[in-house]
């Protein structure tokens, strides 16, 4: 029986919460006889560390998990902490210093859950959004000088090189050639931008010639957003830079019904490091504690790390179950439903040890 090393950091707000969900979740799919077993270390990282000791993670925080199969997190962010210290403090170091370039956003709409836009139904939306994790606008370069004056300056350097460009790319190309459509839409704003995202756009053309077999066309970021919302039976497999990507999956888990059912896997695609899966939806201040998070989002992240660890039938199997679930009423209220995270949970363990389908 193969046995997974994962290192789980709960972290912020409901991030204990929908992470002891999907931890519920994996460990009855293993008791399901999945043929493998998680071995889970928990780390007490985040803001409540960062109290007591003023860093988000020890020093040698990214040494201790490397020695990891994956990494299961849950969100970061606290009212009393600045955003810049908490994201800059535990999340990005990982991103950044596993080299998980490639960040993997799966949307699509789930049974029983009903999408804000009007007629759209399971099938219509199905979308994965490729993300450039490594640079663009979030590589940390730039300053500020003269502080607190009126000749104050501020710079924030959005870094695109060749080698990051090309292997994300690549990445995008490859997905969507994996895909029943074979189509790919390359988002861009290089009318305005015209460095590093004309770079950008003449790169998607060249590595393009790789995969003839798969369709793309080019958006420019403002008119993406339009035809997320109109025409979303038009896109399939999507790549943009880190921050463009960053706005466009939350739009788009928000036209799937909620970011509650967004998950993402953080990816070294060639698995010098562990890879980092963590739902998208924040540490979601105003709801923590109150019992009703919606853990959808950690089970679908659950399936992605399932399907990198090499476990695609289990991932499966717990894809299956969340759709019997959703598909059958028992939802969080941001998808319209009464049910609290406990009561999702058990329903999809229940539905993980009832089921004999794998899909």
Not at 10 to 34: H, K, N, S, W, Y
Not at 65 to 93: E, N, Q
Not at 156 to 173: D, H, L, P
Request: hydrophobic residues 40%; aromatic residues 8%; proline residues 6%.
């Amino acid at each position: 029986m193969q046995t997974y090393r994962i290192a789980a950091i709960p972290a912020d707000g409901i991030g204990p919460e929908v992470i002891a969900a999907g931890l519920q979740a994996l460990e009855a799919l293993e008791r399901r006889g999945g043929g493998f077993r998680l071995d889970v270390t928990q780390f007490d990282w985040g803001s409540d560390y960062y109290r007591k000791h003023s860093v988000m993670m020890p020093a040698d925080g990214t040494e201790q998990l490397k020695g990891f199969d994956a990494i299961f997190f849950g969100a970061v962010g606290a009212p009393d902490v600045p955003d810049h210290v908490t994201l800059w403090g535990l999340r990005l170091p990982i991103c950044q210093g596993f080299d998980q370039y490639a960040n993997v956003r799966p949307t699509k709409l789930l049974p029983g859950i009903v999408s804000p836009l009007a007629g759209v139904k399971p099938g219509d939306l199905d979308w994965v959004i490729v993300r450039e994790n490594s640079e663009g606008e979030y590589s940390g370069h730039g300053g500020r000088a003269h502080r607190g004056l009126p000749e104050e300056v501020a710079t924030e350097v959005a870094i695109f090189t060749r080698v990051g460009v090309t292997r994300i790319m690549r990445y995008a190309f490859r997905l969507a050639q994996s895909r029943p459509r074979k189509l790919l839409t390359v988002v861009t704003k290089s009318n305005a931008q015209r460095f590093g995202l004309v770079m950008w756009d003449e790169i998607a053309a060249e590595v393009s010639v790789e995969f003839p077999d798969v369709t793309w066309d080019k958006m420019l970021v403002d008119a993406m957003t339009v035809r997320m919302t109109l025409k979303p039976q038009s896109l399939d497999t999507i790549v943009a830079t880190n921050l463009h990507a960053d706005i466009l999956s939350d739009l788009a888990g928000a036209l799937a019904g909620s970011l509650g059912v967004a998950p993402t896997a953080n990816i070294d695609p060639e698995r010098r490091f562990p890879s980092m899966f963590e739902p998208i939806h924040g540490s979601a201040f105003d709801i923590t504690g109150k019992g009703i998070a919606n853990p959808v989002a950690t089970f679908w992240t659950a399936a992605q790390m399932l399907e990198h660890l090499g476990q695609p039938q289990a991932a499966r199997r717990l894809m299956h179950a969340v759709e019997t679930v959703t598909g059958g009423g028992v939802m969080t209220p941001d998808v319209g439903g009464t049910a609290t995270t406990k009561e999702v949970t058990d329903a999809v363990c229940e539905a993980i040890r009832g089921s004999n389908i794998v899909p």
